[in-house]
């Protein structure tokens, strides 16, 4: 006897493998087709998805129907094969399985080779009636017969995050028994359709948008959906205890549900909406420290007029580090959310240490701001579980513990962060710019990330232009999200005007760099791509930075010293190298020679001294970020030296005395600089005018690291590999060789201009001869080619929905983490800090190709160093942090 009614599509078993509940398909597809009605309800989903089918609006049958061809999502559960997934949860017993979107996608749209050709032809016949599909056929807009409905099933059938391959159809999952009929039961959710939806199936309504942008959207919005209505504490299962009754009809529970979730996680916008429309729309009152006045870029914001909500708009701010430019984002967002032009926010940034300082300013801004109205503002980093300022305790189920829950109240407002997915579904969230790219990426969950930030403002800061794989991809991701009339804000320091270009959507060539370098600054471009000196305000103080060029820039043991000796004379010295390994390296020549005597000085945690760098684990990260902020904040008096690397450099509010950085692309460096003499503050003696140490290989050495094909033989200082384009660095190092000082933030465009425009360098190369030329072509066609790398792993917006690549480039993939794997110690190991450690991130290139059930073995503690072995190599994690031994 089967253990419990069919067809089911969710069931829950007891540690003895019983079933102790379950919920029917019908029930299911009630509770999803119920989410997606309600998402579907808020104005600025359907003006977004009416804008990507080239609409001005979706009319209320038409959402009507989505909402219920949404409810077939899961028909494939009806097959035997996933029905027989109820008889034991090992499979003893000797019965067919399947899964069910591949089998729902083969009877529905695939081959006819699993069998008879008769009986796969009387078996799709079947379904066809029983799904009533010549009439859901003539729901959907369609240039050839029966395209329309099939493609945007195929958009349901990616509820799960992807498409299964192709497959072919299998009768013996699909042919009546005695006991069961699969097909029947997909007739009997046709006719509960019906009863849900009568409004779907009248005559007059218009057919429902199947071009391929709207259906990226649409299969994002139902994951979004699944996701939502698959929560057992809102949609509970048959036999537990809070369900309804067997009588009752799901669905009216399933609208009720559905609606309060949107209220309970704040996708709902109108309580944060009601709030920002009660604000005193002007600067001392969203501001009001006693003196305080407004910077030019935030008195642009504030005086510049929202758009209509429908319109959509790009802006772009260039201002020095420093600026208020977080400010200015916040006042922008909160202009757009009280008229209705966007539902939340997510503030994207370089790194994790940024992220986390950055979400504790917006946090407590719109917290003072919004009051009871504040929407939840979650921490979009993996490996943190924060919301406000609540840290949730992951659970050994995969679930989360959040401390002094009332209610639920933080289960509902830590929704987002539980999981990296659902990061873009958060109402306010401030992460890193990778889980913004994924949502353009061909990976799994990239359309509920990419449909889910339609709603949001986007707000990306340190945007520069020398890295052509990351501005491609956002490129890409902006695309999606202009089309459908979303809002976007970037932020830089200086973007050179070729990036500009790109990302603005312009194909005209950029003006001569001596006419861009005479643009204004700071300023606020539009759309259009053309720069508009912002309004006037109280201007940041002009800042001059002493330069000194170390022509060695091998010699750690010199850098050392110098850290040393102004890390005595009271400096907080911030030392910036390009790589890893160099930062460990330096960090233990520091330790040596400051000696036991003036270990002080050195930064650490739980006085232990280390570097600040990405490869540590989760939790020791957590302890690093918060003790970068201690030791360089606002506040902070006490001399340090600390070894960083591109981890500090950017968007975070640190303030060195004395700043020693490896060469960099001048707009990479530009942001360093921003953490030299950040704040008006007091000075110790000798540091009182900004000194910036730049260690800079001549350009006879960089010319030597030429091969005569114009590629890169070393990788000093991260040459070749972290900055490729040496040609940018040359051009860096001789503007700052002429210069021996810079006036900024009067000089932050000619700077960059001169070390970014492609006819500038040209020109450069042409200057310096040898091998130059041949690498400045060798650049060019390295851009060309990773741009169509980035374009092979792109979602095609303006095509269908396809199976996810085997892999993608392996350039994009290390940029991202998407080659990553997590080391999980599931007992916990003590790290080198005193903290219990769960997880290390192993960056790809460190353990290439590891099987996917690689985990950490041969456990042991030796010398203060966790050891461990990882895919085939030998691991060690200690103070310095993660390294092969």
Request: glycine fraction near 8%; aromatic fraction near 6%.
């Amino acid at each position: 006897m089967f253990p419990i009614p069919r067809p089911w599509a969710k069931l829950r078993r007891n540690e003895d493998g019983e079933i102790v509940s379950y919920l029917s398909l019908i029930d299911h597809s009630a509770d999803v087709a119920a989410m997606t009605e309600a998402l579907l309800g808020l104005p600025t989903i359907w003006l977004r998805l009416a804008r990507l089918a080239g609409k001005q609006e979706l009319s209320v049958g038409q959402r009507r129907r989505l909402a219920a061809l949404a409810g077939l999502h899961d028909f494939g559960k009806a097959n035997h094969g996933f029905q027989n997934k109820a008889l034991d949860r090992d499979g003893r017993q000797s019965v067919p399985r399947a899964g069910h979107v591949g089998p729902a996608m083969a009877i529905l749209l695939g081959d006819e080779g699993g069998g008879s050709l008769d009986i796969t032809t009387r078996l799709k016949d079947r379904l066809y009636s029983m799904l009533d599909v010549e009439i859901l056929a003539d729901w959907c807009e369609e240039e050839v017969a029966g395209e329309g409905l099939a493609n945007l099933m195929t958009a349901l059938f990616a509820h799960h995050g992807s498409l299964p391959k192709s497959t072919v159809v299998e009768p013996a999952l699909w042919e009546s028994t005695d006991v069961y009929d699969p097909l029947a039961a997909v007739g009997e959710l046709t006719a509960a359709l019906r009863r849900w939806f009568p409004d779907a199936f009248a005559p007059d309504v218009e057919q429902v948008p199947t071009s391929p942008r709207f259906l990226h959207a649409f299969a994002g919005l139902v994951m979004l959906a699944d996701w939502l209505g698959s929560d057992v504490s809102r949609f509970p299962l048959s036999g537990a205890p809070e369900a309804p009754s067997a009588a009752a009809d799901r669905m009216v529970l399933a609208r009720a549900a559905a609606w309060r979730v949107l209220i309970d996680r704040w996708l709902d916008p109108e309580r944060a909406r009601d709030a920002a429309c009660r604000l005193d729309w002007d600067f001392a009152s969203l501001f009001p420290e006693p003196g305080r006045q407004p910077r030019p870029l935030q008195a642009d914001l504030l005086a510049r007029a929202a758009p209509e909500p429908d319109s959509g708009s790009l802006l772009i701010v260039e201002a020095e580090t420093g600026s208020g430019k977080t400010e200015a984002a916040l006042i922008h967002f909160l202009n757009l959310l009280r008229v209705g032009c966007v539902d939340g926010l997510y503030f994207a940034l370089p790194t994790r240490a940024s992220a986390v300082q950055i979400h504790r300013r917006i946090r407590d801004d719109l917290h003072r701001l919004l009051g009871d109205g504040c929407p939840p503002v979650g921490l979009a980093v993996p490996g943190y579980l924060r919301v406000d300022d609540q840290d949730g305790e992951p659970l050994p189920d995969y679930g989360v513990h959040w401390p002094d829950d009332d209610g639920d109240k933080f289960r509902d407002r830590g929704w987002a962060v539980e999981q990296p997915k659902r990061f873009l579904a958060g109402a306010v969230m401030i992460g890193t710019i990778d889980q913004l790219l994924m949502g353009g990426l061909m990976v799994r969950h990239a359309q509920l990330r990419s449909a889910a930030m339609l709603r949001h403002l986007l707000v990306v800061d340190e945007v520069h232009a020398s890295d052509p794989y990351m501005e491609e991809l956002l490129r890409h991701v902006l695309d999606q999200h202009r089309a459908a009339g979303g809002h976007a804000l970037l932020m830089s320091a200086t973007l050179g005007s070729a990036a500009r270009h790109r990302l603005t959507g312009r194909t005209d060539r950029p003006s001569a760099p001596e006419i861009v370098a005479d643009m204004p600054f700071p300023a606020v471009t539009s759309g259009t791509g053309n720069p508009i000196e912002p309004t006037a305000g109280e201007a940041a103080p002009p800042k001059s930075v002493a330069i000194e060029l170390v022509d060695d820039a091998e010699n750690l043991d010199a850098v050392a010293r110098l850290a040393v000796e102004a890390g005595k004379q009271g400096a907080r010295v911030l030392v910036i190298v390009n790589t890893v390994r160099r930062a460990m390296e330096l960090q233990q020549k520091i330790e040596k020679l400051a000696g036991p005597s003036n270990s002080r000085l050195l930064f650490g945690v739980a006085g232990r001294p280390c570097p600040h760098h990405a490869r540590f684990a989760a939790e020791d990260r957590r302890l690093l970020d918060d003790a970068l902020e201690q030791a360089f904040g606002k506040t902070a008096n006490a001399p340090r030296i600390a070894v960083t690397t591109q981890t500090a450099e950017q968007s975070l509010d640190i303030d060195a005395d004395l700043l020693v950085t490896d060469l960099c692309p001048a707009d990479v460096l530009l942001q360093r600089i921003g953490r030299l003499h950040r704040h008006e503050r007091s000075r110790p003696t000798k540091f009182e005018t900004p000194r910036l140490v730049v260690l800079a290989p001549t350009i006879d050495v960089l010319s030597s690291l030429l091969r005569s094909d114009g590629s890169v033989i070393s990788r000093l200082l991260g040459f070749g590999r972290t900055y490729p384009n040496l040609l940018g660095l040359a051009a860096t190092r001789r503007e700052l060789e002429v210069r021996r000082g810079l006036d900024l933030p009067r000089e932050n465009r000619l700077l960059v201009e001169a070390a970014t425009h492609p006819e500038a360098l040209t020109a450069l190369a042409k200057s310096l001869g040898g091998f130059w030329p041949e690498h400045g072509r060798t650049v060019i066609g390295k851009a060309i080619a990773h741009g169509m790398a980035a374009n092979m792993a792109e979602i095609k917006w303006n095509k269908l929905l396809e199976s996810l690549p085997e892999g993608l480039d392996g350039a994009i993939s290390t940029r991202l983490g998407l080659d990553d794997r997590m080391a999980i110690f599931r007992n916990g190991v003590e790290g080198p800090f005193g903290r219990e450690v769960t997880r290390i991130r192993i960056p790809g290139w460190l353990v290439p190709n590891p099987s996917a059930e690689a985990a950490p073995e041969n456990i042991r503690v030796a010398g203060g160093s966790l050891l461990f072995d990882f895919g085939g190599m030998s691991l060690g994690y200690d103070r310095l942090g993660l390294k092969a031994t």
